[in-house]
């Protein structure tokens, strides 16, 4: 079982910068894919920006240039440095593991971006 939990959201205004953090516990998380996914009101879930164990990173290109997706294996933590926000980046932003048939979720955390 892994658990992961998400903290970081909060209100900003349009040109400001936020730091999500994912800490994961009960897992090996050195070895996983860590991922942001954003899901916006009536939209469907969307792939923000994925770290595979040997660092290499995607990312939408809706984000790129202005999100930084990162992770610290010592602290069993992956963060996404968010800047230049749009209010199109409004969201719940959900953390998500995946190592072999393993594939566990957040709860979420939400980032609102005013205009």
């Known amino acids: 079982q892994v658990q992961l939990v998400e903290s970081g959201g909060g209100l900003v205004q349009a040109g400001g910068s936020l730091r999500l953090s994912c800490a994961a516990s009960?897992?090996?998380?050195?070895?996983?894919?860590m991922a942001w996914y954003r899901r916006a009101p009536g939209k469907q879930r969307e792939l923000v920006a994925s770290?595979?164990?040997?660092?290499?990173?995607t990312y939408a290109d809706s984000v790129k240039g202005r999100f930084t997706i990162s992770r610290d294996n010592a602290k069993n933590t992956v963060y996404l440095q968010m800047n230049s926000l749009k209010p199109e980046d409004t969201a719940l932003y959900y953390c998500?593991?995946?190592?072999?048939?393993?594939?566990?979720w957040g709860q979420g955390t939400q980032v609102t971006v005013s205009s």
């Open positions: 998500n593991y995946i190592y072999s048939d393993y594939d566990y």
């Open positions: 770290i595979f164990n040997t660092g290499t990173t």
């Open positions: 009960g897992s090996i998380f050195s070895v996983a894919t």
